[in-house]
């Protein structure tokens, strides 16, 4: 069975301050993707990551994949309000299915 | 990208009726897909929906209970069948696109069974 995990579930940081996200899974897969959820709101694609030691960068977030390790992180720099959301790693398996993790959920504190 | 939609928004429903949920996108995909988010949690995969053939269904969930609809290239429909109260979460379809098979999602579709 297929196991995709966060941690940490909850995440309660200051402004001005850095932090990292970590993405487990259990099975094989070439890419990881991560979303972004608000409150009440829909997914938004933040990243896609295709290959082994892919990193990608977009303002305060950037997203690494380890394919060897199954890890992928999603390091936040600087933290400010606005990155207030829930966020999910997911991977894909055969027939485009995607597999999302646990979530994590991020306060940021001003 | 891709823009979809999904009605209805939102819904209260009673015990032992049925939902059919629409969910409509701006361009022909092959796959559509059903997810189901419980309150605070993650997102599942209900079923995979393929134009022209029978949805393919994920562990736990069955065609009797949430049947789908493909009729064409844009647009499917998920009905949640005989509902109870533990049917109550949010229904968000999804469509991949691009080279990078992106997957886009819906608004959703805010489910409460009373």
């Known amino acids: 069975e297929l196991k995709v995990e966060q941690n940490p579930l909850f995440l309660s940081m200051q402004e001005g301050k850095n932090y990292t996200i970590y993405c487990n899974y259990s099975?094989?897969?070439?890419?990881l993707y991560w979303y972004r959820q608000d409150p009440g709101k829909s997914l938004e694609s933040l990243f896609v990551?295709?290959?082994?030691?892919a990193v990608k960068q977009e303002g305060r977030l950037m997203a690494s994949l380890d394919t060897k390790a199954r890890l992928s992180t999603l390091h936040i720099t600087a933290a400010v309000h606005d990155l207030s959301a829930t966020y999910f790693c997911?991977?894909?398996?055969?027939?485009?299915?995607?597999?999302f993790g646990t979530g994590t959920s991020l306060t940021v504190i001003p | 990208s891709a823009v979809i939609s999904q009605k209805p928004s939102r819904d209260i429903c009673q015990r032992g009726t049925s939902l059919t949920i629409q969910c409509q996108v701006d361009?022909?995909?092959?796959?559509m897909f059903w997810y189901r988010q419980q309150p605070g949690q993650s997102l599942t995969l209900i079923a995979t929906?393929?134009?022209?053939?029978?949805?393919?269904?994920e562990s736990g969930f069955v065609i009797d209970k949430f049947p789908i609809s493909r009729p064409n290239l844009t647009f499917s429909t998920l009905t949640v069948s005989n509902m109870s109260p533990e049917d109550s979460s949010i229904y968000l379809c999804?469509?991949?696109?691009?080279?990078?098979?992106?997957?886009?999602f819906g608004p959703g579709t805010r489910l409460l069974v009373l």
């Open positions: 997911a991977v894909i398996l055969t027939g485009n299915q995607f597999y």
């Open positions: 099975t094989t897969s070439d890419r």
């Open positions: 361009s022909q995909v092959t796959m």
């Open positions: 990551l295709l290959s082994n030691g």
């Open positions: 929906a393929n134009q022209g053939s029978e949805a393919t269904y």
């Open positions: 999804s469509v991949g696109k691009g080279s990078q098979e992106t997957q886009y």
